[in-house]
């Protein structure tokens, strides 16, 4: 059966400093991958998606990037985080079929 | 561009009765499918159920249901029968294929014992 990590599960980071957050899928091939990033209270905005290797598009522009070095690999990452980066990140994949996707636990990322 | 809105920030119910958590959306597309998932507090996303807009008849998930109006771009979901498990925070969301999601705001459904 296919699952989804994410690691780190919490994280406090000073303003400026950098950031990488890990997602890893098993029991599954060339999947979609995507981050997500949800605010306390609010919903959930989809920040990167990915296709395959190397293959990145994203949706918001901010201080955020994002790489898929091997196939099921996705990782977020930041040179210089700022406040308004904090909130509780959230990876997926999807299944063409029946195109639900699969979160992982997620990440909360605290930036002071 | 397609965009969800769920109309009810916060809904309450009591323990054994039913409730209807509202959103409706907007799309051009004909083919596309939606979800109800749901979020306690430990912040795992859990789907609850999934329409295909092609299927006119409306999915069903144990005690929960949701009623699909393809027209009026409604997608409504009804809990039958409320347990305290239920309360969490609960997305409808939306996706034309392999791609993004795009969901609501979120409904914060209380049960109250």
């Known amino acids: 059966s296919q699952t989804i990590h994410q690691w780190p599960a919490t994280l406090v980071q000073p303003v400026g400093s950098p950031l990488s957050l890990e997602c890893t899928v098993e029991g599954t091939s060339n999947p979609n991958l995507y981050w997500y990033r949800q605010a306390a209270g609010r919903g959930l905005q989809l920040l990167f998606y990915s296709i395959g290797i190397d293959q990145i598009s994203s949706e918001v522009p901010q201080n955020l990037s994002a790489s898929r070095p091997q196939d099921r690999q996705f990782i977020l990452s930041s040179k210089k985080l700022l406040l308004s980066d904090s909130g509780f990140y959230l990876c997926?994949?999807?299944?063409?079929?029946?195109?639900?996707?699969?979160f992982g636990p997620g990440t909360r990322l605290t930036v002071l | 561009a397609q965009t969800v809105t769920q109309s009810q920030p916060e809904m309450s119910v009591q323990e054994a009765e039913t409730v209807t958590l509202s959103c409706t959306y907007d799309?051009?597309?004909?083919?596309?499918?939606l979800f109800w998932y749901k979020q306690p507090p430990s912040r795992q996303m859990i789907l609850v159920i999934r329409q295909e807009a092609y299927k006119q008849q409306n999915a069903t998930e144990n005690r929960f249901s949701v009623n699909f109006q393809k027209a009026a771009k409604s997608f409504s979901l009804k809990i039958s029968d409320s347990q305290l498990g239920d309360a969490a925070m609960y997305f409808c969301a939306y996706t034309q294929g392999a791609q993004k999601l795009v969901f609501g705001q979120g409904t914060r459904l209380t049960i109250n014992p």
């Open positions: 997926a994949w999807v299944a063409t079929t029946p195109n639900e996707q699969f």
């Open positions: 799309t051009s597309e004909s083919d596309y499918y």
